[in-house]
DNA sequence: ATCGATGCCGGCATCGATTGCGCATTTTTT
DNA sequence: AAAAAATGCGCAATCGATGCCGGCATCGAT
């Protein structure tokens, strides 16, 4: 079937020995120029290209990354995702994606299969249910690089890129009262992954500096990270109906946010009274009726970093002791009223 | 570094021989129960896994396949790869997604990467900018499976999947003159593209039957499928000013239709009087305003099918004479006024 | 008692590319 | 002119897993 010219075909065509094919092919100081030249143009000329795999299997190593998000039809991971490719393929690397559609059973098995030999190393931002993290920390001890990013596991050794998410919600809280709001909600991810801590940080801090007290019922979190829309909606709706309703909320992520308009936009027949702020990169915020304003991350700039984090570890001759934590700024888009 | 355990090692634990280990391993009809038991109770203990690098080179193939699309931020293309990952995880294939960006360039730098022995096969929707095919013939000639989906190369023998697009143009397009619109503008994506094509017909079509008059003027391309927003806001600019300016615009694809929208927001100050139907795939396109018409296409059911295909020419025994085009029904969903 | 049949397992080559070592020539040095 | 150095290239091992072939023992049959 599909079976490429190898080494050993130029070899024997040009009656030669695949030491001396392969010494040619590759800088060659050993190689005379006219041999390194006849060897140069019938590679060419048969169109050859290395076997990847092969090369793999000598040097234990296949020159990819993988990369674990919840899903790519995120736009703050896939605009992630074009900041780590960017880099990977300037240094020479492959991507390889993995959706683990904030399932903690698809995040397993999919760590297992990239981490098995066929990636040098692991960028991975963790999946809603993830609770346990043995699968990664075993990884890890045994030595695969791993960089975190965005969704971040603080107890685990190595280098890591967030957002400031304790400034992008405080901001966004802040600006939801000095629109007049006095009861905000907190539509939150699920709680156990760091940016749902430090964005309900964020979020208490700016209601204290403003002396609004804290009502544990307008927090509410989605286990799940959305996955299904009716978790979302099941929550917003319980804003809706609450005796004393919300006059704003604040959405901790990008599912959310969109999830949260869809429901208002369905069962609120006031909605335009109710403010919403929340996180979001994507494209649409300001073609949504109702108005979102958002908090943008600068997703590509921290797909870029945390890729090069990676490289630097997977390419370092010795082991790392002193690690990163990098933490780039959000930006906020008021919109509406 | 990171070092797994491999079949010598446990071989030289157990004191056997690396083929015994092997076969005692898999099934292993050779070996007696005894050594079998001995053989996996050691390899579960230290956690072993086969190195799937070192079977790729010995079995020349690598159980994976490569996606190739214009952005996986694009809903219809991350539903897609969402199908494409269901049956071929189902079937014991990886998944390789890679994004052209809908440059040629990139399109062929990323063929080739995939195409080198590290991919059983490929899923491609062309890029818009693709005018020349013989990265993709060639590798087609050579033996390396591929199938099309969405963006088809009609002039190569081989599986291709689609939706109707003829008929979802053509319903889109009449759904717009059934709401009394006049002069319908087209904004198409690149002309070389088989969608483009298809649904351009199904518009003209649909004109024709309600004895409207093509204007050319009226039908505007967008030749690198609006991978810059600048592109998109031109044509429709035109649109605008045009001295008899048209009272709906039919938009070919998602990108486009988002970035149509967005002009007219910014734009145009009457755009409640412009209808707008497009294809769109996007979660978000209820909370859209302005509010848009859409074509849905079944890209979750597309990226199924052409992933079954793929495989079954992978795993055929025999060269496959017959290849088949499945082409899957669109959905209209009115909205707005 | 000898031969064949089986069961169980090890040796070796293989996939494609790289590389240390070593063997020829040729060139340079003394 | 003889010794030393440099040049150009081939042999064989290696990475991890597999599979063909062949060896050795045990058993039953003739």
Redesign the pocket.
């Known amino acids: 079937m599909f079976?490429?010219?190898?080494?050993?075909?130029?070899?024997k065509a040009l009656?030669?020995?695949?030491?001396?094919?392969?010494?040619?092919?590759?800088?060659g100081y050993?190689?005379?120029?006219?041999?390194?030249k006849i060897v140069l143009e019938y590679a060419e000329k048969v169109n050859?290209?290395?076997?990847?795999?092969?090369?793999s299997?000598?040097?234990?190593r296949s020159y990819s990354i993988g990369v674990i998000v919840c899903e790519v039809a995120n736009q703050f991971f896939s605009q992630a995702i074009d900041g780590i490719e960017s880099v990977a393929y300037s240094k020479g690397y492959h991507v390889i994606i993995s959706q683990t559609h904030d399932s903690y059973e698809r995040e397993v098995i999919n760590v297992e299969h990239l981490a098995n030999?066929s990636v040098d190393g692991l960028l991975v931002s963790l999946s809603a249910e993830t609770k346990d993290y043995s699968h990664l920390e075993k990884l890890h001890d045994q030595g695969l690089p791993i960089v975190f990013f965005d969704r971040i596991l603080n107890s685990m050794n190595t280098h890591k890129v967030s957002s400031n998410n304790f400034k992008g919600a405080f901001e966004a809280t802040e600006f939801l009262i000095s629109k007049g709001c006095k009861r905000i909600a907190h539509l939150a991810n699920a709680s156990q992954l760091s940016i749902t801590a430090e964005r309900q940080k964020g979020y208490e801090e700016a209601l204290r500096q403003h002396h609004i007290p804290i009502d544990k019922e307008l927090i509410k979190y989605c286990k799940h990270g959305g996955r299904d829309q009716i978790e979302v909606e099941i929550a917003v709706r319980e804003f809706l109906s609450h005796d004393n309703p919300p006059d704003a909320i604040f959405v901790a992520s990008d599912r959310l946010s969109t999830g949260c308009l869809s429901t208002m936009k369905k069962y609120a027949t006031h909605h335009h009274d109710i403010l919403v702020a929340g996180f979001s990169n994507s494209e649409l915020v300001e073609l949504l009726n109702p108005s979102l304003s958002y908090i943008r991350q600068p997703a590509f700039e921290m797909g870029e970093k945390a890729a090069e984090m990676l490289i630097s570890i997977i390419e370092s001759k010795y082991p790392i002791e002193e690690f990163e934590s990098i933490m780039l700024d959000t930006t906020l888009h008021p919109n509406g009223v």
């Open positions: 079976k490429p010219t190898t080494i050993k075909d130029i070899a009656n030669l020995s695949t030491s001396t094919v392969s010494r040619a092919l590759r800088g050993e190689i005379s120029e006219e041999t390194k050859f290209k290395r076997n990847p795999i092969a090369l299997l000598k040097e234990r030999r």
